[in-house]
């Protein structure tokens, strides 16, 4: 995209998080602007490349896990640009008639989405925004897909850590709880900064500051464990996302020295 076919409404001069990541992933739905802050935060974090596309492996890997599961509904809150693995390619593989429900507040997100799901009659992208999670969880068309009386897998992926306030991203994953029915499962993917200098991490949080979404709020597993407290954490437990059931054996490592996403997938008893 250039800043001439900006659709109407879009600020192209004002970085998103979601053409950012569409960029890390090798993308081209972004902008100079896009391209710029993703360059930045790329110079403060080297291997965020690397660390995107471990991000989508994890998202394929819980999906599958859970569709295989039996788990027919699934509600993708954040979910950004299309791109390859979406949620409803994976889950259909194993369940082809499970309804997906794509949420996001990016008004390119909505309408790449849509055009992209037209003509699919299991897969609907609804605009609303996570830190309103009561108006997101009663949005009518969310409730016409999702039936929060029978196991429902929800995923932020990338997401809390847009949400500053640490109060605040809890109370956001305890309204989700409030709603699952036992056997629902909550997948969670969270950037960390590891013990990186002072320096490093704090050009690394101001990279977002202009973005739509704000600076980065890094945080660890104790974190994670508090989301999921109560719940049953899934093998092998929080841990960086290309640890979680690694396909290679170089994967498994757990260095939570370095920058990158923690992951966790974890079920209502």
């Known amino acids: 995209m250039d800043d001439e076919q900006a659709p109407v409404g879009i600020d192209p001069t004002i970085p998103s998080v979601a053409r950012m990541y569409d960029y890390y992933l090798g993308g081209k739905d972004n902008f100079a602007a896009d391209r710029r802050a993703a360059e930045d935060f790329m110079a403060a974090v080297p291997n965020v490349r690397a660390v995107a596309r471990a991000n989508r492996d994890f998202l394929r890997k819980a999906v599958t896990e859970i569709a295989g599961r039996g788990v027919r509904q699934f509600l993708d809150i954040g979910s950004g640009l299309p791109t390859q693995e979406n949620v409803h390619q994976v889950a259909h593989r194993v369940v082809p008639d499970a309804q997906i429900v794509y949420v996001d507040n990016d008004p390119i997100v909505m309408s790449h989405g849509r055009a992209l799901l037209e003509d699919n009659p299991h897969t609907v992208v609804v605009q609303a925004d996570m830190r309103e999670p009561k108006a997101l969880l009663d949005h009518p068309e969310i409730l016409a897909r999702i039936d929060f009386d029978r196991p429902v897998a929800v995923l932020l992926v990338a997401m809390l850590h847009f949400v500053p306030d640490d109060d605040a991203a809890a109370a956001i994953v305890a309204a989700i709880r409030e709603k699952l029915a036992p056997g629902s499962h909550l997948v969670i993917s969270h950037g960390h900064l590891g013990t990186t200098s ?33 719940l049953e954490v899934l093998e092998p437990g929080i841990v960086p996302v290309q640890a979680w059931r690694p396909e290679f054996e170089g994967d498994a490592e757990v260095d939570l020295s370095k920058p990158g996403i923690l992951g966790v997938v974890a079920r209502v008893p």
């Open 198 to 230: 002072t320096e490093q991490q704090t050009r690394a949080k101001n990279t977002y500051r202009p973005t739509s979404a704000g600076p980065l709020t890094p945080r660890g597993p104790a974190h994670l464990a508090a989301y999921t407290d109560g």
